[in-house]
């Protein structure tokens, strides 16, 4: 527990909460936590499920068999991947979940995870609470990332035992062709590592890019798993359902754990997945027309008030590099500026670690017209600080 440092987010989020009940608006882009509803279709299976009296009782922890065939069905159809439902797929209570519980069955004292830098706090903190320890690399750049793999590999005794994927990234929006992961995969196969892809942010692309999974590539599933979940791209974000796929011992690992410390998914919840999965592909199409939409909105205005912005060809966020002199206060400063005097929350960079120190994160979870609100208010902020014109 002391290497736990204190939840950083959990200041911003303490304010925030006290601004709203002294009745003041604030405009959220802090967290990637949808507002969007999900598909009217989905809601409604799920208040017919709930009626069913059998739905209320404990689940399996592994999921039931309808959705892991669906999730299987589902990697076929849009990533070319067959699974076996039985031995490759495990529901999970979200993707955090279920990665905090890989980490926990596959590492302990002396294993090491290389966790790309900027890095989502789980990501470093799921070893933390394994017992394990952690290099970060920076992921900017994915060529050299590979570079620094092997070279670490190389030059570590004993060898990380986890390599952590996530593309693409959260928080910098860094992405990825198929060819990273063909590279990736002869590492681990090398250097005998385990790979965890973090696959959370699959669907939401923008201009034609495609995420590739992990998954597809010749010889994955012979070095690691994938987690996806329902929260992005479906909207089903409190709803805390999501799958880890891929390797089968790692599966049987993680779900041996699950067995200890859960009853599963509700069962409601997991029937109506199966129908969000089953009929709701192309409200992802509109949605990922709605973020892209807002991504422009917003970079947009940043734009105008002088911030030089590398537009994410996928993910949920705006990865906003803090301009001079504004840079000169720090992120963590920054953001609590905004929130105090402009009332839009965002996410320091400092808040995923050294290298994200001098970077904003953005969500796109607010709508165009909460988004245009939010760049004047940053604009009117920031020219009252006499830190420059808007």
């Known amino acids: 527990m002391r290497r ?3 939840y950083l987010f959990g200041k911003i989020n303490k304010l925030k909460y006290e601004k709203r009940v002294a009745g003041i608006d604030v405009i959220d882009l802090g967290m990637g936590n949808p507002t969007d509803p999900p598909d009217p279709v989905i809601c409604e299976k799920l208040a017919e499920a709930i009626k069913d009296p059998r739905n209320h009782r404990y689940s399996v922890s592994n999921g039931i068999a309808n959705l892991r065939k ?15 439902p039985n031995t490759e797929v495990i529901a999970t209570i979200g993707s955090k979940e279920g990665f905090s519980h890989m980490c926990l069955a596959l590492m302990g004292p002396g294993d090491t995870a290389i966790v790309p830098s900027p890095y989502f706090p789980i990501h470093v903190y799921a070893v933390v609470l394994a017992s394990g ?15 620094n793999i092997a070279y670490t590999c190389e030059n570590l005794y004993p060898r990380p035992k986890v390599v952590i994927a996530n593309f693409p990234h959260n928080p910098s929006s860094t992405v990825i062709e198929s ?4 590279e990736l995969v002869k590492l681990a196969k090398r250097y005998e590592f385990l790979v965890l892809s973090d696959f ?5 692309c923008y201009d034609g890019y495609k995420a590739p999974s992990f998954l597809s590539t010749p010889g994955a599933i012979d070095v690691g798993v994938e987690f996806t979940t329902m929260s992005k791209s479906y909207s089903m974000a409190g709803w805390r359902i999501g799958f880890c796929c891929g390797n089968a011992e790692m599966v049987r690992a993680l779900g041996t754990i699950k067995g200890y410390y859960d009853y599963g998914i509700f069962q409601a919840i997991q029937i109506a997945a199966i129908v969000a999965m089953r009929h709701c592909d192309g409200s992802i199409d509109s949605l990922s027309a709605e973020y892209q939409e807002r991504r422009d909105v917003l970079c947009d205005g940043l734009e105008r008030l002088g911030w030089e912005i590398e537009r994410p060809k996928a993910g949920m966020f705006v990865w906003a590099r803090i301009p001079q002199p504004w840079a000169e206060m720090g992120s963590i400063d920054l953001a609590m500026k905004l929130l105090d005097e402009a009332g839009v929350a965002v996410s320091p960079g400092r808040g995923f670690g050294d290298d994200g120190e001098g970077y904003l994160r953005l969500a ?19 020219r009252q600080r006499g830190l420059g014109a808007a």
């Open 4 to 6: 736990l440092p204190p």
């Open 200 to 204: 959370a942010y699959a669907d939401i």
């Open 133 to 147: 320890n952690v290099i970060t690399l920076d992921v900017r750049d994915p060529s050299r990332f590979l570079s």
């Open 70 to 84: 669906e999730v299987s069905l589902r990697y076929a159809r849009r990533h070319g991947v067959k699974l076996d």
């Open 179 to 182: 060819d990273f992961f063909v």
């Open 364 to 382: 796109l979870v607010e709508n165009q017209q909460r988004l245009r609100q939010a760049v004047r208010e940053i604009g009117r902020c920031l």
